[in-house]
């Protein structure tokens, strides 16, 4: 019979990481592609780890596409929402691979966005001290950050991603047509991981993404294709310098102290991630003028683009004391001393300690 012909990946961006490394393929029509498989690890078995949204809309392409290559191809459904990305839910996946007998080579592949992508990760990372495991992330945001880098982890009822490790994907696989279905929220919660490249380091993003940010709302397959890939391409280059977070890396938590502070001050799940990083980027960058390291246009500039995604740009009213107390539980803060990713000059960031009494005359501006 002969061999379908089948398109290459449009862009294939790799991260650089010895042994480690690996391509994030970013294209149309990949998960129904038998080219798109034919590379991932060897085994007897695969395990999905998904849940129903995703399921009912990717599910059977999938499973479809790894029964060609795998005797056995097991499934396990998650509760779907961040609220639910805790031990009892990643105990679900422990749970399917022993009930199946899984052995070590078996491949986990997370098909989802990035609470499945960073579960399925944590669970790959763990089950008999590690099986290899591929990405197929369906939201913007898991294609453009959560699925690439190695970064998986649940959270605790005490702070967000406090358990997980650090743990690289075999291949992450961005079909960028899974975007055509995610609820407008949620193409906009990835918009503000997509945004926080600019300010933190490529200043022509931004200004291709003020110039764009209608097509990219309106879903365009090439505009979302650049901001997928220039995305993953930014992610790669500091991942490959700094896979830890020894120090550079942290630049890609820009938004993120306050970020999490939203999301846990409000109840996980209330704001989305994205959201939370939206706003968290508007007092970020409202701290950084504080400090002199942008004007008042570069903070109004970027608080607008965030406005046009679509996201929040008032902060929720949880109080500066409860701010600072959630921001305290950082995995950036160092003995208690909280540190922010602030912009020093437009296109650069840098991770440093701002005073509280600073901090808290920003919260109660970004509050208003
Ligand atoms: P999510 O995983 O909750 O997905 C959002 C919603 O969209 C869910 O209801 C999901 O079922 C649904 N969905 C997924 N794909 C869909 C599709 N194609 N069509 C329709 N619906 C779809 O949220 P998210 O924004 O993808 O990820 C947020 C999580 O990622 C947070 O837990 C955050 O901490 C984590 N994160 C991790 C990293 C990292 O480096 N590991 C980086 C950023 C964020
Ligand atoms: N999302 C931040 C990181 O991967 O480091």
């Given at each position: 019979?002969?061999?379908?012909?089948?398109?290459?990946?449009?862009?294939?961006?790799?991260?650089?990481?010895?042994?480690?490394?690996?391509?994030?393929?970013?294209?149309?029509?990949?998960?129904?592609?038998?080219?798109?498989?034919?590379?991932?690890?060897?085994?007897?078995?695969?395990?999905?780890?998904?849940?129903?949204?995703?399921?009912?809309?990717?599910?059977?392409?999938?499973?479809?596409?790894?029964?060609?290559?795998?005797?056995?191809?097991?499934?396990?459904?998650?509760?779907?929402?961040?609220?639910?990305?805790?031990?009892?839910?990643?105990?679900?996946?422990?749970?399917?691979?022993?009930?199946?007998?899984?052995?070590?080579?078996?491949?986990?592949?997370?098909?989802?966005?990035?609470?499945?992508?960073?579960?399925?990760?944590?669970?790959?990372?763990?089950?008999?001290?590690?099986?290899?495991?591929?990405?197929?992330?369906?939201?913007?945001?898991?294609?453009?950050?959560?699925?690439?880098?190695?970064?998986?982890?649940?959270?605790?009822?005490?702070?967000?991603?406090?358990?997980?490790?650090?743990?690289?994907?075999?291949?992450?696989?961005?079909?960028?047509?899974?975007?055509?279905?995610?609820?407008?929220?949620?193409?906009?919660?990835?918009?503000?991981?997509?945004?926080?490249?600019?300010p933190i380091h490529?200043?022509?993003?931004?200004?291709?993404?003020?110039?764009?940010?209608?097509?990219?709302?309106?879903?365009?397959?090439?505009?979302?294709?650049?901001?997928?890939?220039?995305?993953?391409?930014?992610?790669?280059?500091?991942?490959?310098?700094?896979?830890?977070?020894?120090?550079?890396?942290a630049i890609?938590?820009f938004?993120?102290?306050?970020?999490?502070?939203?999301?846990?001050?409000?109840?996980?799940?209330?704001?989305?991630?994205?959201?939370?990083?939206?706003?968290?980027?508007?007092?970020?960058?409202?701290?950084s003028?504080?400090?002199?390291?942008?004007?008042?246009?570069?903070?109004?500039?970027?608080?607008?683009?965030?406005?046009?995604?679509?996201?929040?740009?008032?902060?929720?009213?949880?109080?500066?004391?409860?701010?600072?107390?959630?921001?305290?539980?950082?995995?950036?803060?160092?003995?208690?001393?909280?540190?922010?990713v602030l912009i020093d000059?437009?296109?650069h960031a840098t991770v440093?300690?701002?005073?509280?009494?600073?901090?808290?005359?920003?919260?109660?501006?970004?509050?208003?």
């Open positions: 019979m002969p061999t379908a012909l089948v398109p290459e990946p449009s862009h294939r961006v790799t991260i650089d990481l010895g042994v480690r490394s690996y391509p994030i393929d970013v294209g149309t029509g990949l998960l129904g592609n038998a080219s798109t498989w034919a590379a991932t690890p060897p085994a007897a078995a695969a395990l999905i780890v998904t849940n129903a949204t995703v399921a009912a809309l990717f599910g059977d392409r999938l499973t479809g596409m790894l029964r060609a290559r795998y005797k056995n191809v097991h499934t396990v459904m998650l509760p779907d929402g961040e609220e639910h990305k805790d031990w009892q839910t990643l105990n679900l996946i422990f749970d399917a691979l022993l009930r199946h007998g899984c052995d070590r080579r078996t491949v986990i592949f997370a098909l989802g966005g990035g609470v499945v992508g960073d579960m399925a990760g944590f669970a790959a990372a763990s089950y008999m001290r590690g099986v290899p495991f591929v990405q197929v992330p369906t939201t913007l945001l898991a294609q453009v950050d959560s699925s690439v880098g190695g970064k998986t982890a649940i959270n605790h009822p005490l702070g967000k991603n406090m358990i997980g490790a650090f743990y690289q994907p075999k291949q992450v696989i961005c079909d960028l047509d899974t975007l055509q279905t995610l609820p407008p929220r949620e193409l906009s919660a990835g918009l503000a991981e997509v945004i926080k490249y600019g490529d200043l022509e993003f931004l200004a291709w993404i003020e110039a764009n940010i209608d097509a990219l709302m309106a879903r365009e397959p090439a505009m979302l294709s650049r901001a997928v890939v220039r995305s993953c391409e930014i992610k790669a280059w500091v991942v490959g310098q700094d896979e830890r977070e020894a120090g550079l890396r890609l938590n938004g993120h102290t306050f970020g999490h502070a939203i999301e846990a001050g409000m109840g996980y799940g209330q704001w989305l991630h994205g959201e939370a990083v939206g706003c968290g980027m508007v007092m970020a960058t409202r701290l003028q504080r400090l002199g390291g942008v004007d008042s246009a570069f903070a109004d500039r970027l608080t607008e683009l965030i406005c046009r995604a679509g996201l929040p740009v008032k902060a929720p009213q949880l109080g500066a004391d409860r701010y600072l107390e959630l921001m305290r539980v950082d995995k950036k803060a160092e003995a208690g001393e909280l540190k922010f000059r437009p296109g440093r300690g701002a005073p509280d009494s600073l901090v808290r005359e920003v919260i109660e501006q970004c509050c208003r």
